[in-house]
T-cell receptor, first 112, second 112 residues
Framework: KQEVTQIPAALSVPEGENLVLNCSFTDSAIYNLQWFRQDPGKGLTSLLLIQSSQREQTSGRLNASLDKSSGRSTLYIAASQPGDSATYLCAVRRAGSYQLTFGKGTKLSVIP | KAGVTQTPRYLIKTRGQQVTLSCSPISGHRSVSWYQQTPGQGLQFLFEYFSETQRNKGNFPGRFSGRQFSNSRSEMNVSTLELGDSALYLC???????????FGSGTRLTVV
């Protein structure tokens, strides 16, 4: 059974700082990994999708990496802004499956 | 383009009642998935439909059911509601093979 862990559960940083969010998964037989952002009481917004054959994906100030063999992914946020404050969720899709397994998320607070 | 639309946004139901939630996927998306989000358990997979067929089902009791129509719209039904069914129910759609899931804003169900 796939298990996804995100550390830390909460993170508070001053504006402008670069930061890294971590995601680990137990089963390396994945199809892809997706990072999402969730604002309080809202749905999920997709940030980056990494296919199992890829090592990283970039979008603006965000960069996600994937090390499938070690069961790890990181989300790097450059020059953080107060608007980045949200909960960040990592989700893994197993090969041959149509479901996502989510971590519990990292709640990020960027202090002005 | 229009996103994933979930209706209603909020629902209050009494224990023992049943409820039906609706999800309209992005135009052209034929895969629809449902997830339950609670503070304690996080996001948990309910089921996934493609071309009116359920392809995956999560570990939920039979009170939770769903269906997909020929236009890819989907509904989920929960019968004999329990207090523990109070949650945010999220729907996601995907192009087959793309693996990139887009989520709706969710339906907040409160059971009293």
């Amino acid at each position: 059974k796939q298990e996804v862990t995100q550390i830390p559960a909460a993170l508070s940083v001053p504006e402008g700082e670069n930061l890294v969010l971590n995601c680990s998964f137990t089963d390396s037989a994945i199809y892809n990994l997706q990072w999402f952002r969730q604002d309080p009481g809202k749905g999920l917004t997709s940030l980056l999708l990494i296919q199992s054959s890829q090592r990283e994906q970039t979008s603006g100030r965000l960069n996600a990496s994937l090390d499938k063999s070690s069961g790890r992914s990181t989300l790097y946020i450059a020059a953080s802004q107060p608007g980045d404050s949200a909960t960040y969720l990592c989700a893994v899709r197993r090969a041959g499956s149509y479901q996502l397994t989510f971590g519990k998320g990292t709640k990020l607070s960027v202090i002005p | 383009k229009a996103g994933v639309t979930q209706t209603p946004r909020y629902l209050i139901k009494t224990r023992g009642q049943q409820v039906t939630l609706s999800c309209s996927p992005i135009s052209g998306h034929r895969s629809v998935s449902w997830y339950q989000q609670t503070p304690g358990q996080g996001l948990q997979f309910l089921f996934e439909y493609f071309s009116e067929t359920q392809r995956n089902k999560g570990n939920f009791p039979g009170r939770f059911s769903g269906r997909q129509f020929s236009n890819s719209r989907s509904e989920m039904n929960v019968s004999t509601l329990e207090l523990g069914d109070s949650a945010l129910y999220l729907c996601a759609s995907s192009l087959v093979g793309a693996g990139d899931y887009t989520f709706g804003s969710g339906t907040r169900l409160t059971v009293v």
